[in-house]
């Protein structure tokens, strides 16, 4: 097959990189066949437009259709020779591959990455070819076998999670956790179905004033059931007793069935982020675990870890800036002040009669 254009030059290789990087990833060997046929047939949105020699015309009756890999390569020709728009020295693939780039340097959101592309697509002239989303720019990527391909680091930048190193937990360097502890069955840990072991029977209740949610006094069901706390009415909930046992552990085997039950599919499954996004809305379940697939998981009695260096640490963050009063991060608010005299029978901390409140003992 020949593609030279009268006099001897390729059609824009020289002028056009993204062009002629597309023809690298596509390797020496393509173009032989049926494929070479439709490649001459490409209607190149470029100036140097190939006509082929009246010799070369094929039989259109008899060309077959490309395959769809080849038809993968013709779109990416089409997209490093397609004006961005009328008029444009920058082509829809030039586009995509410097956003990328800007993307990947700066840790661009995807959603901040979307806004970008959508402002560029109504500024430019109507007639453009800028890919609004990023969606759309992977799949072109992902054709010119440059699949998107999220790789773990490390929080202080020390190391990337790949080839040797893919497999470590903590960092080689400064030893800083890879991954965030959750329930190893994915119970979400936050809202108001955080407890694992409450699991759909929760007592926890929002703050009326400061509004978030709270489990004070739910671990009174924890107690021996002649606990003194659990009759106390005065220094916990005011007028409040417990009489509620703590719940049942369930056994592996019980939580597998109920995610059964309730249909909740793994990651690797087909829409399953539109269908657990349903399941999900009334149970702490995000999704079912990978690790429900090895044979003695339904039977470990850890499923799951408490981060206890960042607990100690929010624990401690939070006492000492209240005890300090430090601006912006203590918990001595006016909101918590209002919530103590709804909840609580401690006079001493109740607003005094100028509206100030006197400090937390």
């Not at 009268?6 to 990833?25: K, S």
């Not at 077959?64 to 444009?88: I, K, T, V």
Request: net charge neutral; with cysteine.
């Amino acid at each position: 097959m020949s593609s030279d254009l009268p006099g001897g030059t390729q059609p824009g290789l020289g002028d056009n990189p993204y062009r002629q990087m597309v023809l690298d990833a596509a390797g020496s060997n393509f173009g032989k066949g049926s494929s070479s046929q439709c490649y001459r047939n490409i209607k190149h949105e470029s100036p140097y437009h190939y006509e082929p020699l009246m010799e070369e015309v094929p039989d259109l009756s008899m060309e077959e259709e490309p395959n769809p890999d080849s038809q993968r390569f013709y779109d990416l020709l089409q997209s490093a020779d397609r004006e961005l728009y009328p008029g444009s020295s920058f082509s829809q693939l030039a586009l995509v591959s410097r956003m990328l780039n800007i993307k990947m340097e700066n840790t661009l959101s995807q959603r901040g990455y979307n806004q970008m592309m959508q402002l560029f697509k109504e500024a430019l002239p109507e007639a453009n070819h800028v890919l609004d989303n990023y969606c759309h720019t992977k799949k072109l990527v992902c054709s010119l076998g440059l699949p998107v391909k999220k790789i773990d680091c490390c929080n202080s930048g020390c190391i990337l999670y790949w080839d040797d190193d893919k497999d470590l937990t903590s960092c080689k360097f400064c030893g800083y956790e890879r991954y965030k502890r959750h329930v190893g069955s994915r119970w979400s840990t936050s809202g108001n179905l955080a407890c694992p072991y409450c699991m759909d029977e929760p007592q926890s209740f929002r703050l009326h004033y400061g509004g978030k949610t709270t489990w004070f006094d739910s671990h009174m069901m924890f107690l021996d059931q002649n606990h003194p706390f659990r009759k106390d009415r005065k220094n916990f909930l005011k007028g409040h007793t417990v009489t509620r046992s703590s719940p049942p552990v369930r056994t592996g085997q019980e939580i597998l069935n109920h995610i059964c039950e309730l249909g909740i599919t793994k990651v690797t499954d087909l829409d399953v982020e539109e269908v657990n996004k349903r399941l999900c809305k009334s149970c702490g379940w995000k999704k079912r675990s990978i690790f429900w697939d090895l044979p003695y998981w339904s039977s470990n009695m850890i499923r799951h870890n408490l981060d206890v260096m960042h607990i100690e640490k929010n624990v401690f963050d939070n006492v000492f800036s209240t005890v300090l009063n430090v601006d912006g991060k203590t918990k001595n608010d006016p909101k918590a002040r209002q919530d103590v005299a709804k909840y609580c029978d401690w006079s001493q901390l109740a607003r005094n009669p100028d509206g100030s409140y006197p400090k937390a003992a």
